[in-house]
């Protein structure tokens, strides 16, 4: 097992060590989706998004300072995560691309109510309103109160780790 220590922001090989050991985390894939006044929904692909808290319903998910859509997600009143099943990953890869019409020919995009956009299809769609934001260094830190949740009772997540994508292979041993 190497071992590192973080230094120095400005040593890339470092950075690069650092992402690499974060990249062992296993998780899934969501996009964060809300409407946007003048234009297309805001659309991102984040890997960062987990829960917190069951009282209140609380959701959190990390946005890097770089981001296009980081101004106006800030400043939007509702926003949706929308969990991807295994069969998203062109999903995936459309939300990720900066200076691109991400929804451009988008498949069956539901604009559920004025105030929310969810990805049909979704392993599990969370509705959000905002909680909280804080400083993540380089990344702003969103907390979002759920307001209302649907989740199919079936289907496989896509699973990002290591950098790449992965599919669940089945289910091992129940947790305990
Ligand atoms: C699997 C995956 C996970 C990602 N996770 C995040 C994340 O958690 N936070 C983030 O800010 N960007 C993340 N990104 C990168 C953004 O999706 C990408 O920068 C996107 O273009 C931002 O959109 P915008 O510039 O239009 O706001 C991820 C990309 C991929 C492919």
Redesign the pocket.
């Known amino acids: 097992m190497a071992e590192s220590t973080v230094t120095s922001s400005d040593n890339p090989d470092a950075q690069r060590r650092f992402r690499a050991a974060l990249s062992m985390f296993a998780t899934g894939?969501a996009v964060i989706t809300a409407p946007r006044k003048n234009g297309p929904p805001i659309g991102?692909?984040?890997?960062?998004f987990n829960s917190v808290s069951l009282d209140p319903p609380l959701i959190l998910?990390?946005?890097?300072r770089r981001?296009?859509?980081?101004h106006d997600l800030s400043a939007a009143g509702t926003y949706a995560v929308n969990v991807l099943d295994e069969a998203q990953q062109d999903l995936?890869?459309r939300?990720?691309?900066?200076n691109s019409d991400?929804w451009a020919s988008m498949p069956g995009m539901s604009i559920e109510r004025a105030d929310v956009v969810l990805l049909p299809n979704s392993l599990a769609t969370f509705e959000c309103e905002p909680y909280a934001q804080y400083d993540g260094g380089d990344?702003v830190i969103f907390v979002g109160r759920v307001n209302q949740h649907q989740s199919r009772s079936e289907g496989r997540p896509l699973v990002?780790f290591g950098g790449r994508y992965h599919t669940l292979n089945g289910a091992h041993r129940p947790s305990a």
């Not at 991102?44 to 960062?48: E, F, K, M, Q």
């Not at 998910?61 to 890097?64: E, G, I, N, P």
């Not at 981001?67 to 980081?70: A, E, G, Q, R, V």
């Open positions: 894939v991102i692909t984040v890997a960062s998910f990390s946005v890097d981001n296009l859509s980081l995936s890869n939300f990720a691309k900066a991400k990344h990002f």
